[in-house]
């Protein structure tokens, strides 16, 4: 099974159906499927052919979904690039990946024009809307209204070691990296997710997150595995008018991550909107507190909430099933189908349950690795149980119960370390979030010359609450041990955030 078989499936067997919802209009899967294939073929005119990189630096539209799958029917490499990227990334990626065509919109044309004449791998950069062409190599979006039927000659030749995807990472310590993802990690993924998920086809998902995110780019990917709707938008900017899509459309599966569902839950009017159809809520990213659980939970009570945990080098590794959310509330479960997963200590030795460790993962969904990055990627597959295996470390700390349910501690590099011990900054920040008012939190360790680090809380109250920075201080002493009790809080009116909604740290530092 390659990558784009789904869609090719579900565009044959449901081609009269609601494929795709944004905000050029309602498309089903067989007029996708023209849009695809059209581009498919104007691709390999222009000299795109197995294995060659095709970037797709789009906001979420029916272009951006329609160009994933036509670079997979030219048996080429996808490269989803953030709408936000400035143009000295862009080049960088278009750069370091020798992407060979870029696929872009008007709007976006500022960034392309700086880019562009600092890369030269680039022979075509295809744009929707109107561009005047300074490039030469710029040429508009094709017309789908000739009704080209998919071509897959260029992928005919692919097997499933072949790649499908490089997603880069953010590069927040330093250059991004281009993840390499195969057909065989991007199916096995997105066949494990949608399974115990219970995924189906008369599902309606609306995906706020952009396409670029991995957990966005595969709410699209399993809409079409299941022959689901996806209803696209820009963002949650403007929750509004979310809101209003979710409730037209019926939908009924909503992913996002913990920024994204703060938002949701401070919006005064929610109950005004009939959101009876929504079963099913999703959460990555970060880890939701237990304030936030329960919150989510009592506006939706009809919607089971999952609680899971990925990263970009093997898209999904754990989720807790809705049923153990009373039990172990704070836990993201334990592995998905198809993968084992264990905690290590830094000797590399497995450790047994109930013990703190970095986190491990074995599967089909691990990564290739990084992009012309060998040094890096041995960082992160090394060698496994099995001889020849590589296996992936994931750099995340990691606790478990007796049972084996996982806990997420910390990024290995975020260990608070103050008066000896290690104090996690998750820990820290469930206890802020107890507190009436809080909005959103972070935690970090600040030098300190007597406790080597001390532990620094910044906190954004909702509107009409007030607190002093003891307030907060004497709120966590009595929920935490003494080590980790803040020594200083800054109260901020915003927390600093990545294009994917997670909070940056190393700006806060």
Same mark, same amino acid.
């Given at each position: 099974m390659l990558l784009h078989q789904f869609f090719e499936a579900a565009v044959s067997k449901y081609p009269d159906k609601v494929a795709l919802v944004c905000d050029t209009g309602t498309y089903s899967y067989a007029q996708l499927g023209r849009i695809a294939a059209r581009l498919a073929v104007e691709l390999q005119r222009r000299g795109v052919a197995r294995g060659d990189r095709v970037a797709l630096f789009l906001e979420n539209s029916v272009e951006l979904v329609a160009a994933v799958f036509a670079a997979l029917a030219t048996g080429a490499v996808f490269i989803p690039i953030n709408p936000m990227t400035k143009a000295a990334k862009l080049a960088y990626m278009l750069n370091d990946s020798r992407a060979v065509a870029l696929v872009s919109q008007a709007s976006l044309a500022s960034v392309c024009e700086v880019a562009l004449p600092l890369n030269r791998t680039v022979i075509s950069c295809l744009v929707a809307g109107p561009w005047e062409r300074q490039d030469p190599r710029v040429v508009p979006f094709p017309d789908a209204t000739d009704g080209d039927s998919m071509s897959t000659a260029g992928s005919s030749m692919l097997i499933d070691q072949d790649l499908?995807?490089?997603?880069?990472?953010?590069?927040?310590?330093?250059?991004? #990296?281009?993840?390499?993802?195969?057909?065989?990690?991007?199916?096995?993924?997105?066949?494990?997710?949608? *399974?115990?998920?219970?995924?189906?086809?008369?599902?309606?998902?609306?995906?706020?997150?952009?396409?670029?995110?991995?957990?966005?780019?595969?709410?699209?990917?399993?809409? @079409? #595995?299941?022959?689901? &709707?996806?209803?696209?938008?820009?963002?949650? &900017?403007?929750?509004?008018?979310?809101?209003?899509?979710?409730?037209?459309?019926?939908?009924?599966?909503?992913?996002?991550?913990? *920024?994204?569902?703060?938002?949701?839950?401070?919006?005064?009017?929610?109950?005004?909107?009939?959101?009876? +159809?929504?079963?099913?809520? @999703?959460? &990555?990213?970060? +880890?939701?507190?237990?304030?936030?659980?329960?919150?989510?939970?009592?506006?939706?009570?009809?919607?089971?909430?999952?609680?899971?945990?990925?990263?970009?080098?093997? #898209?999904?590794? &754990?989720?807790?099933?809705?049923?153990?959310?009373?039990?172990?509330?704070?836990?993201?479960?334990?592995?998905?189908?198809?993968?084992?997963?264990?905690?290590?200590?830094?000797?590399?030795?497995?450790?047994?349950?109930?013990?703190?460790?970095?986190?491990?993962?074995?599967?089909s969904n691990v990564m290739r690795g990084y992009w012309e990055k060998p040094q890096e990627t041995a960082k992160r597959l090394k060698p496994g149980p099995i001889p020849g295996e590589m296996i992936l470390h994931s750099g995340d700390i990691f606790r478990t119960d007796e049972e084996g349910y996982l806990y997420f501690v910390a990024r290995k590099d975020d260990i608070i370390k103050s008066r000896g011990e290690k104090v996690s900054p998750r820990e820290v920040e469930n206890a802020l979030y107890a507190l009436d008012g809080v909005y959103e939190a972070a935690v970090i360790g600040v030098p300190d010359p007597l406790l080597g680090q001390a532990v620094k809380a910044f906190v954004v109250l909702k509107q009409g609450y007030r607190y002093s920075e003891r307030d907060v201080i004497k709120h966590c002493a009595g929920r935490l041990e003494s080590f980790l009790v803040p020594k200083y809080v800054d109260f901020v009116d915003a927390l600093p955030k990545t294009d994917t909604g997670k909070i940056k740290k190393l700006d806060l530092a």
């Open positions: 499908a995807s490089i997603i880069y990472t953010s590069g927040s310590t330093g250059d991004p #990296k281009g993840v390499m993802l195969t057909h065989l990690n991007m199916v096995s993924a997105a066949n494990s997710v949608s *399974t115990y998920l219970g995924l189906r086809s008369d599902d309606v998902i609306i995906c706020v997150l952009p396409l670029s995110f991995d957990y966005g780019l595969y709410q699209l990917l399993m809409s @079409t #595995k299941v022959g689901a &709707t996806l209803v696209l938008e820009r963002g949650f &900017t403007f929750p509004v008018k979310v809101l209003e899509r979710m409730a037209r459309h019926n939908v009924s599966v909503f992913p996002g991550v913990p *920024t994204i569902f703060s938002m949701l839950m401070n919006i005064d009017t929610l109950a005004r909107y009939d959101l009876h +159809a929504l079963r099913m809520i @999703t959460n &990555t990213a970060a +880890a939701l507190s237990e304030e936030h659980i329960r919150q989510l939970r009592g506006l939706f009570p009809q919607a089971q909430l999952f609680s899971m945990y990925g990263l970009t080098e093997c #898209k999904r590794v &754990t989720y807790l099933p809705p049923d153990q959310l009373d039990i172990r509330p704070t836990s993201v479960g334990r592995g998905m189908p198809n993968e084992e997963v264990w905690l290590v200590d830094e000797s590399g030795r497995r450790l047994p349950n109930g013990s703190t460790g970095e986190l491990v993962i074995r599967g």
